[in-house]
């Protein structure tokens, strides 16, 4: 019984696509993150 549902699991997850739309949207927001890092940086010592 197990294997089966560990089988179908898998091939879930193998199959669907909005793994990879979670992957590029964690990318984007990674790279946002980094972007207004690298702003908050330049701006920061403005303010202090």
């Known amino acids: 019984m197990s ?3 560990r089988r179908k699991k ?3 997850v193998k199959r669907n696509p909005s793994s ?3 992957r590029k949207i964690l ?3 990674l790279a ?3 972007f207004g890092g690298a702003i908050l940086m ?3 010592p403005a303010f202090l």
């Open 20 to 22: 990879d739309l979670i």
């Open 32 to 34: 946002l993150l980094l």
């Open 10 to 12: 898998y091939k879930i």
């Open 27 to 29: 990318l984007t927001l």
């Open 3 to 5: 294997r089966i549902h």
């Open 42 to 44: 330049a701006i920061l």
